[in-house]
């Protein structure tokens, strides 16, 4: 049984702990008796990005793994051997923890499940995914994201709200990561226990339009709607290297909206498909030092295969 589940960059500017959009970054988890022949299991990481270094390895879930914590929370049989694998370099902002986690949720329903191929069974073991990792990762966002894909708000329940027609297809992310991770912990300890009113009110402003303009297609609003002084500004304060990056995305005009994505230290940047890679160019070569990709929004959340 093999499972799979997307990325996803969390926030996207005011939307703290609400907003989330699935990346075509996948986390692969894999029971060890469905590997192939043609694949290979190492033993340890041998690179500090999180990345396999072939197409065909996999790596052992060690215990503490958050796809193992989920998977073992979830209910699934503590003898089963799990394997993964994936792109999404974890400590970054971009949904790893969140991602392995909805999969180990997601793997412990699906191989109870008696038809793996009724749709119904599917999204049933992708809401309990959801429920499972909000309650490990204490925030919702990423976990609706890499349960439902596609752009969602979460709360005690997760909704997806679809773009307009076929507007999310000509829609793609630059995400920037310097070489160094952050600590979701470290960086939540910086946020101020309470705001200001007029904060909290832009907050919740900025998070709302970015609904109506997904729903609608408004997307000449997102550079308003994704301003925000309730999180950015104190984990910036110590990333001059993100600051840099989010500062440069929103002096660009062919950028739609940036944002922290997460807790940091990534960056992320809504474009139209047709500028992304001219923008991912230059902030390559002008840039902080860091890896610069051009990602699409995940159509599909959390599946088997």
Known sequence: MRVIAPASTANLGPGFDTLGLALDLPFE????????????????????????????????V???????????????????????????????????????????????????????????IRWAAADIAFSVATQLEGHPDNAAASAFGGFCVAGREAVRVEFPGDLA????????????????????????????LVVASRSIAGSSLWVAAVATGRLDLLRAACVDQLHQPQRLASRADSAE?????????????????????????LAYVHDAEELATDLSQNGPEGVTRVLRIASSGVDCA
């Open 245 to 269: 990056v989010l500062d440069w995305a929103l002096s660009e005009r062919k950028v739609i909206a940036a944002w922290l994505s997460g807790s940091g230290p990534s960056v992320a940047a």
């Open 169 to 196: 297809d000509h829609l793609a992310v630059i995400a920037w990561s310097p070489q160094g991770g952050t600590s979701t912990r470290s960086a939540r300890a910086k946020l101020a226990e309470s705001v200001p």
């Open 62 to 120: 060690e215990e503490g793994h958050p796809a193992q914590v989920a998977y073992h929370f979830a209910g699934g049989d503590p003898e089963l051997e799990l394997l993964w694998r994936s792109p999404i370099p974890p400590g970054r902002g971009l949904g790893f923890s969140g991602a392995a986690r909805v999969a180990g949720a997601f793997l412990a329903q699906i191989l109870r499940a008696t038809d793996t191929s009724d749709p119904v």
């Open 29 to 60: 988890l894999i029971a060890a008796d469905s590997l192939g022949d043609d694949a290979r299991v190492r033993t340890a990481e041998s690179r500090g990005d999180g990345t396999n270094r072939g197409a065909r390895d996999y790596l052992r």
